[in-house]
């Protein structure tokens, strides 16, 4: 099931409600996000990078072939024939959205296929995380909406319950008063003297409290976001003793996944280079560059750090 297969049968489980547009909010923040995380360059005119990028993330690959009298194309496809025993298909069946060009043609032969990542799958990670983005932000509103102490009064007929309904716009409408008539009146002074049926208060404000370990919920989620696509968020929390390599122990590991993309992307366009004669690059882009550098100067200046620290302990320990 690729990304879009999971949203239309989603939708069509069920009308869509305010839980969906939530979901798809941050589905799309989440999309926006990744697609932007590569620059690629020198792309023939024929071809259109955020279409390669979102493919890559909706599909888990793309094929590449070139059309007569039109040029190199990307689209859309998937393996056509019988796996080898290495679980790897030879030929692959690629169509334009709308259904003008389409070829199948031999892997690095008539065409090129280029896959997401290693696993040649479709990023089904930011649903995961979209859908506990969507939770944690539902439960924050209700447990704000909740917050609301409002009674709920008591009416015997719906000529009172009217009487209330006006006084309530009233006040929401931001009117500095309430004018009422002597037979309104002498119903609210009637109204309060009914001991026995109170108004009402549907609100609960005693988990309001917990309000505070959904937003450290939300920044848990922030931080396993990001981590995994090469960003990684450190807890604001304090702790005693945490050494240095504690506090930057997931910096090698957020970048696992986001080398791993880059470097099916290089072998892809290296090949689509080889076969069509184009010049296409691709490197990360600048947020994601400029982190990465930050990271190799800091892996190189403890591994420096590290040298010098072993030179020193054998010069301390020679016998003279």
């Not at 839980?19 to 697609?35: A, G, R, S």
């Not at 930011?126 to 944690?136: G, P, W």
């Not at 960003?231 to 702790?239: D, E, G, Y």
């Amino acid at each position: 099931m690729t990304f879009s297969d999971f949203w239309a049968c989603h939708c069509r489980k069920r009308k869509p409600i305010e839980k969906d547009l939530i979901l798809f909010k941050h589905l799309d923040n989440m999309v926006n996000d990744i697609t932007s995380m590569f620059k690629i360059r020198n792309l023939p005119l024929t071809m259109n990078e955020y279409f390669i990028q979102s493919c890559l993330l909706f599909n888990g690959s793309i094929g590449v072939f070139n059309v007569p009298d039109y040029g190199v194309i990307a689209a859309e496809g998937g393996d056509t024939d019988e796996p080898s025993i290495y679980g790897f298909c030879d030929k692959y069946h690629a169509i334009t959205v709308n259904g003008e060009f389409e070829s199948t043609f031999t892997k690095g032969k008539d065409g090129v296929c280029i896959y997401n990542n290693h696993s040649r799958t479709p990023d089904f990670n930011i649903i995961t995380l979209a859908s506990q983005f969507t939770e944690t932000e539902i439960s924050e509103n209700l447990n704000v909406l909740w917050a609301r102490v409002m009674p709920i009064p008591y009416a015997d007929d719906e000529k009172e319950k009217n009487i209330i309904i006006e006084a309530i716009k009233n006040t929401m409408d931001g009117k500095p008063a309430t004018i009422i008539s002597s037979n309104k009146a002498e119903f609210q002074r009637e109204l309060y003297k009914k001991e026995s049926r109170p108004p009402l208060t549907l609100s609960d404000i005693r988990n309001i409290p917990f309000l505070q370990y959904l937003a450290e919920y939300w920044d848990v989620l922030n931080r396993r976001y990001y981590t995994r696509y090469g960003h990684s968020l450190q807890s604001t929390s304090k702790h005693a003793q945490v050494s240095r390599d504690e506090v930057n122990g997931l910096n090698s590991v957020s970048w696992i996944y986001p080398l791993n993309m880059l470097e099916e992307r290089k072998k892809g366009f290296d090949e689509v280079n080889r076969l069509f004669g184009t010049n296409i690059t691709i490197e990360f882009a600048e947020p994601w560059k400029t982190e990465y550098n930050k990271y190799i100067r800091s892996t190189e200046q403890e591994a420096e750090t590290t040298i010098k620290g072993s030179e020193e302990n054998v010069n301390d320990n020679k016998v003279e």
